[in-house]
């Protein structure tokens, strides 16, 4: 059974950074392609950054882009996302996903994460 596990939220003021972090288990990680997704309150669940099994493949959000940087590790089956300049229109649950392609699309990831919160305050 695959399990996608993300860490590292929290609340921080405007302008700070924070990175979160997504484990695996379960899966052929260094296959499989990787996705970071948000759902701010009241709003659906938005594609934030995607990157493919060999880190060549990197897509963000317009919104992120430029500020956020996905990498990962597959030797040791993670994900992470770092954000830089964080504003409060971030404030939303991210979710970690894995699936086939590294696309926007979220029916293309078959494997989610349960969510880590991130508060910005103004």
């Not at 938005?46 to 317009?62: C, H, K, L, P, Q």
Request: aromatic share 10%; net charge positive.
């Amino acid at each position: 059974q695959a399990q996608v596990v993300e860490s590292g939220g929290g609340s921080v003021q405007a302008g700070a950074s924070l990175r979160l972090s997504c484990a695996t288990s379960g899966l052929t990680f260094s296959t499989t392609a990787m996705g970071w997704f948000r759902q701010a309150p009241g709003k659906e669940r938005e594609f934030v950054a995607s990157i493919g099994w060999r880190s060549i493949a990197i897509g963000y959000a317009d919104s992120v882009k430029d500020r956020f940087i996905i990498s990962r590790d597959n030797g040791k089956g993670t994900v992470s996302l770092q954000m830089h300049s964080l504003k409060p229109d971030d404030t939303a649950v991210y979710y970690c996903a894995a699936g086939f392609l590294p696309t926007r699309v979220q029916a293309n990831y078959k494997y989610w994460g349960q969510g880590t919160q991130v508060t910005v305050s103004s």
